[in-house]
């Protein structure tokens, strides 16, 4: 592919390393990478091997984002701004990108709209379209004005293909900083926390405090607290960094009478720094957050909070719940309350393993290839601008001529435990933000499964069967739920598979849908389900049944009776595409076995999806809302008569 990515950083330079590092990640991969930039240039940015476009730079003064200036502290003048805007249309138009990614906005650089509007104009002018994609933070800062909101949501919605979160759920999901609506909900990947450090080696002995105070003029109150601190109590052995955006000047006067070493300015080799030191004190933004999470050192945080920023001190929250990290905050900073800190964080105890995500580099090139329809999951197949792609796209053009919308929802069958497979099938449903019924074995189960499925929170696992044991006689179809063995028997192993679903996965993740082995089900063994708790089946169509709501597969990739590779792709699309005329109001459920998949079939699923999921006709299915809100509360219900049956069978 290749990747444009816009970022201009005003207060300071957590943006453009973030941006930065996403650029270097999509070279490595082979991709070929433009960094716009329209930030004052930062000494301490990596920009090896990054191809760069600098505009006219801008800053502010404090956090008066709204006011911009020029390096000078002049108002940046309209002649600046439209040269930048200009610039930036005129690259993206001669570098033709695959994928156009503009960081914080439309989410922030509210005074900068206008270019990144235009930013936006020029790449959806490409033909073909490039993905736009959202680039954000794991905390943003909110407008208390409801209208910037939907403002933004609004932008979303008409202009962007995907929002890339780069942060872990597990510790703070967006939605904890911002407002999300359900339509900007649908479009959020997240990625991880995107560390652009390199990787340092746990020293042999930790000692002394290491004070990291950003870099720029954002960190001068923690500074001048730290420098007093160090002459108070020297013993400790205090390291100062400052900086490349403070002012000399203002480090001097910091610096007075401090003891040569002390108080420096920033240094590329901070993680291996850090690494060996007793305490850390920073004040957490983004990147300094993950190189605490990269090295476990013992952290005393003091959040900026000047003005309306709340990013640093709500993350520093999240961290010390979590037991990684000691707050101090900015209104209580003092020499003697920052000492007090870091004795007591370095007496308390070392937490363990985080297990935050903070491979989110790598995870957001395998996203945005995943959205474009490249990358391992494409090899030896159909591409997602096959032609053989026109034959959906007319029934789904047809469809939407006539104002409607095509269902669409996946199902993933025989699933019991983490595997590299089932990461590759999760990873490409969360890349497309399609919700994953997983159908789970019960008795095969496995502890690694649960913990997958708790980084995972579109997938839903459904009940498939007991054992998947064949229970068919001698010559016919296999079937485990079939009319081969008395009805009782197999009321007791329906039951048994939701409450052992239950038992082993989180309540949250089991949906009680049944989807019986081999797609075969006796009609009694249907008609009793509702009994035991279900409220939802998942075969091949079939009839309606009461008390269930059915959610069934209509596109099994697999070529079950010869090669058990990928079938006859042209015949499939066809297919699909009849399915669509005949009954556009049907879903169409993907079916998929990710646990037998090889390279075709992998290659075939993730060319479907992505060409799917970006045409206007397509509606995903919310799995939860289709098989009832209240599905998600039912538990066992079965009437006195079937328990007691149930209960004299065994």
């Known amino acids: 592919m290749r990747v444009l990515i816009a970022v201009t950083h005003l207060l300071g330079a957590g943006h453009l390393t973030r941006a930065a590092a996403l650029a270097r990640a999509f070279a490595a991969a082979g991709h070929e990478t433009l960094l716009i930039s329209g930030g004052v240039p930062a000494p301490m940015v990596r920009r090896d091997g990054l191809r760069l476009v600098q505009l006219p730079p801008l800053r502010i003064a404090g956090t008066e984002f709204s006011t911009l200036l020029e390096p000078d ?107 999300v609506d359900a339509a900007t909900a649908a479009k959020v990947r997240y990625t991880g926390y995107v560390d652009e450090g390199t990787v340092a080696l746990p020293a042999t002995r930790r000692a002394g405090v290491l004070v990291a105070a ?44 401090l003891p040569p070493g002390v108080l420096g300015r920033a240094r590329p080799d901070y993680r291996a720094l850090l690494a060996g030191a007793a305490v850390s004190v920073s004040q957490c933004g983004y990147n300094t957050a993950i190189d605490l999470l990269a090295t476990g050192t013992p952290a005393v945080l003091v959040p900026f909070e000047a003005g309306v920023e709340t990013e640093q001190r709500l993350r520093a929250a999240c961290l010390a719940a979590r037991g990684l990290a000691r707050v ?72 939407a001529a006539r104002g409607g919308r095509v269902p669409l929802f996946w199902r993933d069958d025989d699933a019991i435990a983490a595997s590299p497979k ?42 498939h069967g007991l054992a998947h044991s064949n229970h068919a006689r001698p010559g016919e179809k296999p079937a485990e739920f079939g009319a081969h063995r008395p009805l009782d028997i197999r009321i007791a192993e329906a039951a048994a598979g939701l409450r052992i679903a239950r038992a082993r996965l989180a309540e949250a993740t089991v949906l009680p849908v049944f989807v019986p082995p081999w797609n075969r089900l006796a009609p009694d063994l249907a008609a009793a389900l509702p009994d035991l708790g279900y409220c939802g089946l998942s075969a091949v169509p079939g009839p309606p049944v009461p008390g269930l709501r059915r959610l069934d597969a209509t596109l099994d990739p697999i070529d079950w009776r010869g090669t058990r590779s990928l079938r006859d792709p042209e015949a499939l699309l066809t297919g ?75």
């Open 422 to 463: 089932l990461d590759r099938l999760v990873g490409l449903a969360e890349a497309h933000g399609i919700p994953l019924l997983l159908a789970a074995i019960p008795s095969g189960i496995e502890p690694s499964l649960q913990r997958r499925l708790e980084t995972a929170p579109g997938v839903r696992v459904a009940i």
């Open 328 to 399: 101090l905050p900015e209104s209580e900073l003092t020499a003697q309350t920052l000492v007090q800190a870091v004795e007591a964080q370095a007496a308390a105890p070392v937490p363990g393993p985080h297990g935050i995500d903070i491979a989110g580099a790598r995870r957001t090139v395998e996203l945005v290839e995943s959205l474009h329809g490249v990358g391992p999951a494409r090899r030896g197949s159909v591409p997602a601008t096959d032609p053989a792609f026109a034959v959906i796209d007319r029934a789904l053009d047809s469809v």
């Open 576 to 650: 699909v595409a009849d399915a669509i005329l005949r009954a556009p109001e049907q879903p169409v459920g993907l079916l998929t076995h990710h646990r037998v998949h090889d390279d075709a079939l992998w290659s075939f699923v993730a060319a479907l999806i992505a060409h799917l999921v970006r045409h206007p006709a397509i509606q995903l299915l919310d799995l939860r809302e289709h098989f009832g809100v209240a599905a998600m509360d039912m538990g066992p219900k079965a009437s006195k008569s079937r328990v007691s049956q149930i209960a004299r069978t065994g």
């Open 214 to 257: 950003g870099s720029g003029p954002a960190g001068l109150v923690l500074l001048g607290a730290a420098a007093e601190a160090a002459r108070q109590r020297p013993d400790l052995g205090w390291r100062i960094l400052a900086g490349h955006g403070v002012p000399e000047a203002a480090l001097s006067g910091i610096g007075r009478d």
């Open 73 to 179: 502290g002049r108002p940046a003048e309209p002649p600046l701004l439209a040269r930048r805007s200009a610039l930036m249309t005129e690259t993206v138009t001669a570098f033709a990108p695959d994928a156009v990614i503009t960081e914080l906005f439309p989410f922030g650089r509210r005074a900068l709209a206008h270019e990144f509007l235009a930013l936006v104009d020029a790449a959806r002018a490409g033909r073909p379209r490039p993905l736009v994609l959202a680039s954000v933070r794991d905390i943003l800062v909110a407008s208390t004005k409801p209208a910037r909101i939907a403002e933004a949501h609004a932008r979303v919605a008409d202009l962007y293909d995907a929002v890339l979160v780069h942060g872990d759920p597990a510790l703070v999901p967006l939605d904890t900083s911002w407002p």
